[in-house]
Nanobody, 128 residues
Framework: QVQLAESGGGSVQVGGSLRLSCAAS????????IAWFRQGTGKEREGVAD?????????RYAESVKGRYIISQENAKNTVYVQMNNLRPEDPGMYYCAAAGGMVRFRLRLSAGAYASWGQGPQVTVSP
């Protein structure tokens, strides 16, 4: 059974930074696709960043976060991080970690339907 334990949410001011962590266990393969999604109030869930754990350079970002968010992994801890910098008023919401066994096709990697396992989601708040 896949379990995703997230941490690191909180409240920051505009321009501030936060780092979210996703510790994964029970993944079906040695390499998998891990992604971060966010959902603001009244908005659809949006994929913001993903990584294929078989290649730390194989990442993808939503246009809205490119240059500000960095996704990375620490294999020894089976943990994926997203460093969020220069946070903006449009960035708040629940941030969810999601996992899919193996490699998700590139064009689907920021699509929620590609992921079978989800965490509970830390809340991120950005204040003026």
């Amino acid at each position: 059974q896949v379990q995703l334990a997230e941490s690191g949410g909180g409240s920051v001011q505009v321009g501030g930074s936060l780092r979210l962590s996703c510790a994964a266990s029970g993944l079906p393969y040695s390499v998998n696709t891990i992604a971060w999604f966010r959902q603001g109030t009244g908005k659809e869930r949006e994929g913001v960043a993903d990584i294929w754990t078989g290649n730390i350079s194989d990442t993808r970002y939503a246009e809205s976060v490119k240059g500000r968010y960095i996704i990375s992994q620490e294999n020894a801890k089976n943990t994926v991080y997203v460093q969020m910098n220069n946070l903006r008023p449009e960035d708040p919401g629940m941030y969810y970690c999601a996992a899919a066994g193996g490699m998700v096709r590139f064009r689907l990697r920021l699509s929620a339907g590609a992921y079978a396992s989800w965490g509970q989601g830390p809340q991120v708040t950005v204040s003026p």
